[in-house]
Each structure stands twice: as C-alpha cells, then as structure tokens.
C-alpha cells in the first residue's frame, strides 16, 4: 500500500505462462484451455485470431493452422490478479482436437468415473488428415 | 498404441497442480479460475463444494469459508487431457474477493488498455470485515 505501480504489466507474464480460457462467444460453453506467452497475447491481440503457446511442442501456436479451427476473438478479459485471460470466441469446427465441441466433453460422477456426455461432431482422424 | 493402461487417474496430477474453471450453472459466466491439487479434487468430490488449492498460502482452500460466498457444485467435467477441470457452481454471492460475481470483469481493448465491464455487486470491505 503507498506503492506507485507505473502501468502494471496486464496481464503479467513475469511469472511464466498465463492460462487462457476460450469460452463460445454465442453458447457459453467453455471450449478450451491453453496457455499463452507475452508473445502469442500481442500476436492475439493484433490479429483477433487466438494464438496460444503450446507447451508440448514449445512453440506458438495458432489454433486451427493445422485443422482449420480457427477461434475469432470477440472478447478478451482478464481477471482481478491478471493472471488468467479470458477469450470470448468464435469458433469454427470443433474445438477439441478430438473432434468434440468442446474439450470438456467428459463428466465426473461423485464415484471420480467418467462419463462421455458431448456429441462427437468430427472424426479426428478426418481433421488431421491421418 | 497398444499400451494398455490399468485406471488411468482422471484427472491427472502427477505433474502438480491443474487449473480449475469455475462457470455459473445458470448463466453460463465464467467465474473464476483457481487450482487443485488431489486433496482439493477428493474433498470436491466428497462434499460438493468447491475447494481449491491457494498458492499463495500453500494450503486448502474451501471456497467461501471466509467470505460465504460458497460454490455449491452441479457438474465436473475433466478435459481431453485430463489435465483441466471445470466446475459448473452455484454460486453464492460474488465469485471474486474485488466484490465481482466474475473475476473476470475487465475486458481488453486491441491496444492492451483495460476497462472495467462489469458492476461490482459488494466491497471488498464489506465481504471480509475490514
């Protein structure tokens, strides 16, 4: 308190990678997480096309360059710690690499099982042309 | 391929914490995003509350337990990867300690700049006995 913090870094990448929610701009579901660098934020925020880094692969990554699933951003926020950015998207296709709307596809009982409870709506292998 | 693997856990904590998304059941806005370590997912689990991890104090977290704005969970959903939860809540009261039913109250413009979208519904004072 009393401190001057002189345009606080939003959000702040100082500690490494943020987690950014896509959330369907039009339904409300929550597609996706992903993580971003200061690099794929300015690169979203420049061109309104979610980019992500990815950790496996470390390197950017631009949704849908491979499966033509691309997310529009309509909406970008962040939360109170600026820690976690919010993308509201449009999405075309299927979010999940697994072909479903949504990477949330499965429900968890209050036994910890899984349950499938999301239409498939493409055949992975069809998205990535195996 | 090939590889058969006996209960794989579900989700997956072997590599630390996981992000956790929590969604207003009803209207579908995103709240908050905190983390759990398996002891948060098992009380979760068991008691239908959420309870996360805090980083910042190194221990369990039962949300609201200071403020009562507790987050009666409906569903749990685990991603592809078994690496992200989602959370879809009722929640009581304002999701976020700055007074707000989301965390997520700031939207960013394509210049970076943010702005305050949402109304703050209580203060931060007044939650916590300031």
């Not at 401190?3 to 039009?26: C, K, M, Y």
């Not at 925020?45 to 360059?65: H, I, P």
């Not at 951003?73 to 919010?86: E, K, N, P, Y």
Request: net charge negative; charged share 25%.
């Amino acid at each position: 308190m009393g401190e001057t913090r002189v345009n606080p870094s939003i959000p702040d990448f100082s500690h490494g990678l943020l987690p950014a929610i896509a959330q369907d701009a039009d339904s409300g579901a929550v597609l996706m997480l992903a993580w971003m660098n200061e690099q794929a934020w300015q690169e979203t925020l420049a061109s309104g096309r979610a980019v992500y880094y990815s950790r496996s692969r470390q390197q950017l990554w631009r949704k849908g360059e491979q499966s033509g699933h691309t997310q529009r951003v309509v909406d970008i926020r962040v939360d109170c710690d600026a820690d976690t950015i919010l993308l509201k998207v449009q999405q075309t296709g299927a979010a999940c690499h697994e072909g479903y709307a949504s990477c949330f596809f499965r429900s968890v009982d209050s036994a910890g099982q899984t349950h499938t409870v999301e239409e498939r709506l493409r055949n992975p292998d069809e998205i990535y042309g195996k």
